[in-house]
């Protein structure tokens, strides 16, 4: 079954420092899709970061970087340099080709960044 | 290119009354899909839209409905509102080609809609 862990409710960084979010994913699926969102206190969920299942690097967008290890099925962010507007709740989400059209998304990690 | 658009951004409505929201994606987008999200059950998928067509739906009573249309646009219905209703609701939308793993369900979101239920 599909399934997206978060085990962390939140989480502190000192500024300009890296922090890794952790992620882990259930799927029997070999076809699937991994995202990280960020929701500031707006509400509006801003997309960080993709990762395809057969991608063989990982994926990488300026200080976003996403550390696929598909044997363990985890999929963490990691953000380096954290900035204050950093500060905001982070959700990992997926998407496999037995939940079809639907993404699933866990129940995300608050991240706090002290200046 | 601009963004996922929703409309209204803010809504105060009172039990049993029904609600319209409106969602309009990203140009070339072809699939949207509508999620509810609240702070007790996270976020939860409404359901999916591609070429008019409902592609997939979350665990929600028959009280919620969507639609879309020819151009893309979608809509989500809310009838006989209950206070458990109240959520903020968001639209997104992807290319969707129909592969997983390629990067093309990549899904943009709007700002979302609050909804509010006295």
């Known amino acids: ?25 259930d799927t029997s699926d070999q076809s699937y899709g991994l995202f990280w969102y960020k929701q500031p206190s707006s509400g509006e969920m801003i997309f960080l970061i993709y990762q395809g299942s057969y991608d063989e690097q990982n994926a990488t967008e300026g200080r976003y970087s996403l550390n696929f290890q598909k044997a363990r099925k985890s999929a963490n962010l990691v953000i380096s340099a ?3 507007g950093d500060s905001a709740m982070y959700f990992c989400a997926m998407r496999d080709d037995t939940g079809g059209f639907k993404t699933i998304f866990g129940a995300g990690t608050r991240l706090f960044v002290k200046a | 290119k601009a963004g996922v ?4 951004r803010y809504l105060i409505k009172t039990r049993g009354q029904q609600v319209t929201l409106s969602c309009s994606p990203i140009s070339g987008h072809r699939s949207v899909s509508w999620y509810q999200q609240t702070p007790g059950q996270g976020l ?6 591609f070429s008019e067509t409902q592609r997939n739906k979350g665990n929600f009573p028959g009280r919620f409905s969507g639609r879309q249309f020819s151009n893309s646009r979608s809509e989500m219905n809310v009838s006989t509102l209950e206070l458990g209703d109240s959520a ?7 290319l969707s080609t129909g592969q997983i793993g390629v990067g093309t369900d990549t899904q943009y979101f709007g700002p979302g809609t609050r909804l509010t239920v006295l």
């Open chain 1, 82 to 84: 954290s900035q204050l």
């Open chain 2, 44 to 49: 939860q998928f409404l359901f999916e839209y």
């Open chain 1, 1 to 25: 079954a599909q399934k997206i862990t978060q085990t962390q409710p939140g989480m502190f960084v000192q500024e300009k420092e890296a922090v890794t979010l952790d992620c882990t994913y």
């Open chain 2, 88 to 94: 903020l609701y968001l639209c997104a939308s992807s």
């Open chain 2, 5 to 8: 658009t929703q409309t209204p």
